[in-house]
């Protein structure tokens, strides 16, 4: 009893940590161990003892000496109440802007373009949509091309040859499609209107547009992205970076000795009745080349090249990568690789030959356009490859592959469940390795 008074009267004093020391509470524990922590607990250890006065020390009651030298609390700085509590009565009100329907909001994006960034409708931007299908990146034109030099030509026939007074300019890029060159001058714009034009450009980098009638256009030491217009037009490259398209009508597109970016005719669904005949040749270079709708003549010439048969802008906007019906139009296309390790994009009604090289052939077959088979003329076994994309829309059941002599014994017949996709002209010895078969479904189409 007397330890539980003793007890609380400490706590009261602020000096319970004695209640743990042997000298207060002799004999506390009972254990066997109690002696040996008995002599342990004879004295307070020296550190409490320092912080106490001696009466503490000696099991006194007098709590610990109050420090009184603290320096006084900081009130900190006076605060003038109104400057805190001023309202800000500048503040306009808010502006409350028009309904808008959630339904309208949420529609997704169904044609390349819709929702992106207007230009400002500068010249150029004005010509690129006007002329080309390639005008998808238009909004993002302004903050990569800074000053321009315009020339806008009448609707006669006009000669025109711009300066050479240096060496080449300009470097060639795409955006969501859209050419775009980089220069550190200013670049040159050639509006053609009407007319049949010849336009030979110069050193300096340039955006050149035959517009309507049959127009020649060349570039020459620049850095040069020509743009056929209506009519049947020829675009020639020259020893700097080109893009060319042909626009709408049967043109003839020349590539330089750089990596030239080429399309003939139409390349969206806006002109899906428009059949264009183009002939292209893309030279020297690690060419693109695409031939849009109607029947084309594509020529890779030297280095490693890629000839699409048709080729969709669709195809250059990151957030719309795939669809089956962009690679398939029915004409009747003629593809040829030349020297280098090219790949050569089919379907069923094309005809296509690798020239020297490593060759892909990817062909994509549409059971339900019909019958029909892609031609290979050059196939090589063991070398080159052939890869079949069919439409996802089907059902291909357990796509059974053969790959099987002709009946006279001169090709190879590629079938998917028994029907023939490819042959594989002089390619006898051609092998289920050789080939390569899939349904791709469609992405975001």
Request: no cysteine; aromatic share 6%; glycine share 16%.
């Amino acid at each position: 009893m007397i330890g539980i008074v003793m007890g609380v009267v400490l706590v009261l004093l602020g000096l319970l940590p004695l209640l743990f020391l042997g000298d207060v509470f002799p004999g506390a524990g009972d254990d066997a161990s109690g002696d040996d922590e008995a002599e342990a607990d004879e004295a307070p250890p020296k550190s409490l003892a320092s912080l106490l006065d001696d009466e503490t020390a000696n099991g006194g009651t007098s709590p610990l000496k109050p420090i009184t030298d603290d320096p006084e609390p900081y009130a900190g700085a006076e605060v003038d109440p109104d400057t805190i509590l001023t309202p800000n009565e500048d503040d306009e009100a808010p502006v409350i802007g028009e309904w808008v329907d959630p339904a309208t909001v949420l529609d997704p994006v169904d044609v390349p373009g819709e929702g992106g960034v207007g230009g400002d409708g500068s010249t150029l931007q004005n010509l690129i949509e006007r002329e080309s299908d390639f005008s998808i990146g238009l909004g993002w034109l302004g903050d990569q091309v800074s000053d321009t030099q315009d020339y806008l030509l009448d609707d006669e026939a006009s000669l025109v040859v711009l300066p050479q007074d240096g060496a080449g300019e300009g470097s060639l890029d795409t955006f969501y499609g859209t050419p775009i060159i980089d220069t550190e001058g200013a670049l040159t714009v050639v509006d053609g209107a009407g007319g049949d034009n010849t336009i030979v450009l110069g050193n300096a980098a340039t955006y050149a547009f035959g517009g309507d009638g049959d127009d020649q256009l060349a570039a020459t030491t620049g850095t040069a992205a020509l743009f056929g217009g209506a009519g049947e037009d020829v675009l020639s490259g020259g020893p700097m970076p080109a893009f060319m398209d042909g626009g709408v009508g049967d043109d003839t597109l020349l590539g330089g000795t750089e990596d030239d970016m080429m399309f003939g005719g139409s390349h969206d669904d806006a002109g899906a009745d428009t059949s264009d005949d183009d002939w292209i040749d893309g030279g020297a270079g690690n060419d693109r080349i695409a031939g849009g709708y109607g029947a084309d003549t594509l020529f890779g010439g030297s280095g490693d090249d890629i000839i699409d048969h048709h080729g969709r802008v669709e195809e250059g906007v990151a957030w719309e990568r795939h669809a089956f019906g962009w690679h398939t139009d029915g004409a009747l296309d003629s593809l040829d690789g030349g020297a280098g390790d090219d790949l050569l994009i089919m379907d069923r009604n094309d005809t296509a030959t690798g020239g020297e090289g490593l060759d892909t052939f990817w062909v994509y077959h549409d059971a339900g356009e019909g019958i029909g088979a892609a031609e290979v003329m050059d196939f090589e076994p063991g070398l080159d490859f052939l890869r079949v994309s069919l439409n996802p829309d089907l059902d291909h059941g357990d796509l059974t592959v053969t790959v099987a002599p002709s009946p006279d014994g001169l090709d190879a017949q590629v079938s998917v469940d028994g029907q023939i996709v490819a042959i594989l002209r002089g390619a006898v010895d051609a092998t289920a390795s050789d080939v390569l078969v899939d349904v791709t479904p469609d992405i975001f189409a």
